[in-house]
Each structure stands twice: as structure tokens, then as C-alpha cells.
């Protein structure tokens, strides 16, 4: 079992910066695909940002490549969302997500993919 804890969500302005965290318990995080999702209000939940464990491989949505980064410490057994430029429709819950490996095929954006999921932070962006 892992236990997934996000953090770093807050209020900011548009065109701000916020770096959320996600720290893994219970099992060594290194050898899992980790990802970001993010639910704004009314909408479901789509894909933000991935990275595989190996090769390492980043995925974005369209909607963030250029202003977001996905990275990892596996020291730490963590996984980060570095977000810039932060525009309103950013205003979201995000949840970090993490898949064990296993051989066969992977799709990053598939929600269904992954077998854990942290509790959520809010990031709501003020225009």
C-alpha cells in the first residue's frame, strides 16, 4: 500500500508561481509512474503532468507544457508540480497519482492507470 500526502496549494495570482509536493508512505516511491491530475469545479478530472520511472519520460497537457514541470526525488519519495505563469483557469484540485511498473504498456493521461491517489490540494489562481 501507498499513502500519497499533497501539498503546496494556495491562493495566488495570476502569472504566480506554486510548487506542490507529493510524499509517498509505506512503500519505496522510485519504481512507480507518477503523475499530476487536477479537477476544477463541475468539470472531471483531467491530466496535468506524468513522469515515467523509466526511461525518464515527462508527459504535459497541452494546457500547461511550457509553464509546468514535473519532477521527482527518489531520496525524498517524492514527486513535484513546479507551476509558472499560473492562469485562472489553473483554479483546480490537484491530486497527485503514482502506478506501480510493470511491463507492458503505460498511458500516462489515463486516469485508470493509476492505483493510487493522494487526498487533493486546492490551487485557486485570482485574475
Known amino acids: 500500500q501507498v499513502n500519497l500526502v499533497e501539498s503546496g496549494g494556495g491562493l495566488v495570482q495570476a502569472g504566480g508561481s506554486l510548487r506542490l509536493a507529493c510524499v509517498a508512505s509505506?512503500?519505496?516511491?522510485?519504481?512507480?509512474?507518477k503523475a499530476w491530475f487536477r479537477q476544477a469545479p463541475g468539470k472531471e478530472r483531467e491530466f496535468v503532468a506524468a513522469?515515467?520511472?523509466?526511461?525518464?519520460?515527462?508527459y504535459y497537457a497541452d494546457s500547461v507544457k511550457g509553464r509546468f514541470t514535473i519532477s521527482r526525488d527518489n531520496v525524498k519519495n517524492a514527486v513535484y508540480l513546479q507551476m509558472n505563469t499560473l492562469k485562472p483557469e489553473d483554479t483546480a484540485v490537484y491530486y497527485c497519482?503514482?502506478?506501480?511498473?510493470?511491463?507492458?504498456?503505460?498511458?500516462?493521461?489515463?486516469?485508470?492507470?493509476?492505483?493510487?491517489w493522494g487526498q487533493g490540494t486546492q490551487v485557486t489562481v485570482s485574475s
Open positions: 497519482a503514482a502506478k506501480r511498473f510493470a511491463s507492458g504498456s503505460y498511458s500516462p493521461s489515463s486516469s485508470s492507470e493509476y492505483e493510487y
Open positions: 509505506g512503500r519505496t516511491f522510485s519504481t512507480y509512474h
Open positions: 513522469i515515467r520511472w523509466s526511461p525518464d519520460i515527462t
